[in-house]
Nanobody, 121 residues
Framework: QVQLVESGGGLVQAGGSLRLSCAAS????????MGWFRQAPGKEREFVAA????????YYGDSVKGRFTISRDNAKNTAYLQMNSLKPEDTAVYYC??????????????WGQGTQVTVSS
């Protein structure tokens, strides 16, 4: 099993940037495709971005394309989400997800505890 811990959330003004990290333990991260999801109050969990096992393929939700970048460093067992040009509607709890396999085909069974991102207008 793999355990995931997110960090890097916080309060930022609209137009600002944040970088989220997802640190994995228990198993090497290179065994998993990684994804980020978010959930705002009263809304369903939303797909944000995903990356294949070696970083070669990335996938983005329409609402974040061109603003967010997902990456990973398997040597550090960590995945990242660089968020630029943040908007108030990006406010949510952001969750890291690990899915077994090399390519992303949807969320796997491993989730982090979430990190809060709040964007003020």
């Amino acid at each position: 099993q793999v355990q995931l811990v997110e960090s890097g959330g916080g309060l930022v003004q609209a137009g600002g940037s944040l970088r989220l990290s997802c640190a994995a333990s228990g198993r090497t991260l290179s065994s998993y495709a990684m994804g980020w999801f978010r959930q705002a109050p009263g809304k369903e969990r939303e797909f944000v971005a995903a990356v294949s096992w070696n970083g070669g393929r990335t996938y983005y939700g329409d609402s974040v394309k061109g603003r967010f970048t997902i990456s990973r460093d398997n040597a550090k067992n960590t995945a990242y989400l660089q968020m630029n040009s943040l908007k108030p509607e990006d406010t949510a709890v952001y969750y890291c997800n690990a899915a077994e396999g090399r390519l992303w085909s949807g969320p796997g069974g491993y989730w982090g505890q979430g990190t809060q991102v709040t964007v003020s207008s």
